[in-house]
């Protein structure tokens, strides 16, 4: 396994598109969280997956925001109608239940661009 | 590749020599405190965690120090590498049956050659 996979590394759209985002986890891992981050910032918690199930939300994550994670395996973040304040780094992260440590492991995340 | 932490506070540091970076925390009843390393362009690195009935917690190079009094942590890093030049993030686990990691606000390590 390599590790926390997201697809694209980079997006680049023009404000108003829609754009999804697609994180594939560690395989045995049944938590999935989505983060957000900008320069100079911290990742900012967006929500987050046990299994299929989307346990918590943050508000940071308005009405245009879904996130899926149908299967329990890979998870989708879908921005509708972008506007350039969502212009960010977009990380997912994944871990699992009873672990030795509280590390979730973080993919390279999706730069998004809105122009 | 674009930097992470542009406007971040900036701990240079001489090769061969000991860091410590330090993070306040605010939620007194945060279970676990992690420290994370992002290098430019890269997601964030796990380093090394503590929980909150821990004071100290040594790993490969690096120790964390945990003063629940203050709401203070510590990474100390020994015998610094160019290779840990990055910018270091602070997280803590709240026990309120959330698992979102809080990240503080990133130190960027500059190690000096």
């Known amino acids: 396994d390599t590790g926390v996979s997201q697809d694209p590394r980079h997006k680049i759209t023009k404000r108003g598109q829609n754009v999804t985002f697609r994180c594939d986890p560690i395989?045995?891992?049944?938590?999935l969280y989505w983060y957000r981050q900008t320069l100079g910032q911290g990742p900012e918690f967006l929500t987050y997956?046990?299994?299929?199930?989307?346990?918590?939300k943050s508000r940071l994550l308005s009405d245009r925001f879904s996130a899926e994670r149908p299967k329990g395996s890979f998870s989708t973040l879908e921005i509708q109608r972008t506007e350039q304040g969502d212009s960010a780094m977009y990380l997912c992260?994944?871990?699992?239940?009873?672990?030795?440590?509280?590390?979730?492991?973080f993919g390279q995340g999706t730069r998004l661009t809105v122009v | 590749g674009e930097s992470v932490g542009l406007h971040l506070p900036t701990l240079s540091v001489q090769e061969g020599d000991n860091s410590i970076i330090n993070c306040a925390y605010s939620?007194?009843?945060?279970?676990?405190f992690i420290w994370y390393k992002q290098e430019s362009g890269k997601g964030p690195q796990f380093i090394i965690d503590i929980r909150s009935n821990m004071d100290k917690r040594q790993g490969q190079r690096v120790t964390v120090l945990l003063n629940k009094t203050v709401k203070h942590l510590s990474l100390q890093i020994a015998a610094t590498q160019p290779g840990d030049s990055a910018v270091y993030f602070c997280?803590?686990?709240?026990?309120?049956?959330?698992?979102?990691?809080?990240f503080g606000t990133g130190t960027r390590l500059k190690v000096l050659a």
């Open positions: 992260a994944s871990s699992r239940t009873g672990g030795a440590t509280a590390e979730a492991f």
């Open positions: 997280a803590e686990i709240p026990t309120s049956g959330t698992y979102k990691y809080i």
């Open positions: 939620n007194s009843a945060s279970d676990y």
């Open positions: 997956f046990q299994n299929e199930a989307q346990l918590e």
């Open positions: 395989s045995e891992h049944n938590r």
